[in-house]
């Protein structure tokens, strides 16, 4: 079995930062390969940011310079900092097991102009 809990999320600015945080709980053959990915209201859901277990991370084109994933192995948490935060950055935010397809419940970012 495999349980994310995402936290973090929140009201800000643009142009103001949040970090998320994502906890994982279970197995551990399923930790190592993480993603995030959001969906904003009436959209559907999409990429942002993979890390894989060497550390390797990409990003969607809409974020890369601003956001920044990375992993806590002893901690097994995965966390995605979010700089220059933008209205359209708006959405909920899930973190993924890639290994065991497994997803969080999420947690809302919300950006105001």
């Known amino acids: 079995w495999v349980q994310l809990v995402e936290s973090g999320g929140g009201s800000v600015q643009a142009g103001g930062s949040l970090r998320l945080a994502c906890a994982f709980f279970?197995?551990?053959?399923?930790?190592?390969?993480m993603s995030w990915h959001r969906q904003a209201p009436g959209k559907e859901r999409e990429f942002v940011s993979r890390?894989?277990?060497?550390?390797?991370?990409s990003y969607a084109a809409s974020v890369k310079g601003r956001f920044t994933i990375s992993q806590d192995n002893a901690k097994n948490t995965l966390h995605l900092q979010m700089n220059s935060l933008k209205p359209n950055d708006t959405a909920m935010y899930y973190c993924?097991?890639?290994?065991?397809?497994?997803w969080g419940k999420g947690t809302l970012v919300t950006i105001s102009s």
């Open positions: 279970g197995n551990s053959d399923c930790w190592g390969d």
């Open positions: 993924k097991t890639e290994a065991c397809t497994s």
């Open positions: 890390i894989d277990s060497f550390g390797r991370t």
